[in-house]
């Protein structure tokens, strides 16, 4: 497949097959831990695939066959978070956490090996999960002084239910493919060697949908847990649709007339 670069990053791979965007993280060495430059370059590229309109899906994945992510670089952490060049320490993974729910397009993860403490929140945190059957699951957080107790915790268990998603918490161990699927956390799992033509396809499939009725599911499941901000995110998209309208239009033109607007011909519906 011909995938062609959008941009070039350090740590990323950010490409582009078609209207599907791939975000993938290129730092096998350590099983694609994150920095914080990291995850300034992951917003950085999703902040592109929310503005650029060719866009309608993304792809999250990582470099080679062994991890999608092993969370953040224990390398690079110190005291109060990881710390960037500057030296100043930072959790700047949460703002990509933010991006990937508030994106009004779908992110796919594409889990290629582990996906481990801080890769496993990714993941989760992603709108659906494609493994492959090599792939592990789980966290690590209270095992190497961590946890995220956002979207890592409560949307977890929103997948896994509230027993499992304690298990996967308080025993940090691993999971198959398989079992990741069993619990609700995956959608699909397929041979290595299939992995990206099963993602690319389920892409099409997503992309011949409305992308109109796509992005208000997205935002409507998200709100059932986000609290004011996703009644926000989900409001915002209403007030999008209604500037779609030539109601909307007619406040506008009569203000910019100086004459009294006039809705009454605009249907008032059951
Ligand atoms: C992923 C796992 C289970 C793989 O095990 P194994 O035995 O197959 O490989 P190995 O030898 O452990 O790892 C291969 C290389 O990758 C590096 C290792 O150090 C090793 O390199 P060398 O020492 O041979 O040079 N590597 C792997 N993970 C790394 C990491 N996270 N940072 C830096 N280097 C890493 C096994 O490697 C593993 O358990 N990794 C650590 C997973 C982990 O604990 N991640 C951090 C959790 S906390 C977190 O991510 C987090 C959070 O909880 C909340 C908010 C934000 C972040």
Redesign the pocket.
């Known amino acids: 497949r011909n995938w062609t670069q959008i941009k070039k990053y350090d740590d990323i791979l950010f490409e582009q097959y078609g209207k599907i965007a791939k975000i993938t993280i290129n730092r096998p060495?350590?099983?694609n831990?994150f920095r914080p430059k990291t995850n300034f370059e992951m917003l950085d590229a999703m902040s592109i695939c929310r503005e650029r309109p060719d866009i309608g899906v993304i792809i999250l994945t990582g470099a080679g066959n062994?991890?999608f992510c092993?969370?953040?670089?224990?390398?690079v952490k110190g005291v109060g978070g990881y710390i960037d060049d500057n030296g100043v320490p930072r959790?700047n993974?949460?703002d990509l956490h933010k991006a990937i729910r508030s994106i009004p397009k779908p992110v796919i993860a594409m889990v290629n090996g582990?996906a481990?403490?801080?890769?496993h929140?990714l993941h989760v945190v992603c709108d659906l999960t494609i493994a492959s059957e090599n792939a592990?699951f789980g966290?690590?957080?209270p095992?190497?002084g961590?946890?995220?107790a956002g979207f890592?915790s409560s949307y977890l268990a929103r997948c896994v239910g509230q027993k499992k998603a304690r298990e996967i918490w308080f025993l940090c161990r691993?999971y198959t493919a398989q079992e990741a699927m069993d619990m609700g956390m995956v959608n699909k799992v397929v041979p290595f060697e299939q992995l990206e033509d099963e993602t690319v396809d389920w892409c099409e499939t997503i992309l011949s949908r409305s992308p109109m009725a796509i992005r208000m599911i997205k935002r409507a499941l998200n709100a059932e847990l986000d609290g004011q901000r996703g009644m926000m995110e989900f409001a915002g998209d209403a007030t999008l649709m209604y500037y779609l309208m030539a109601e909307a239009q007619e406040g506008k033109n009569a203000f910019l007339e100086k004459r009294d607007p006039d809705f009454d011909k605009f249907p008032k519906f059951p």
């Open positions: 060495e350590v099983y831990a062994k991890a092993s969370g953040g670089d224990q390398k959790l993974v949460l582990y481990i403490g801080g890769g929140v592990r966290q690590t957080g095992k190497v961590s946890f995220d890592g691993q």
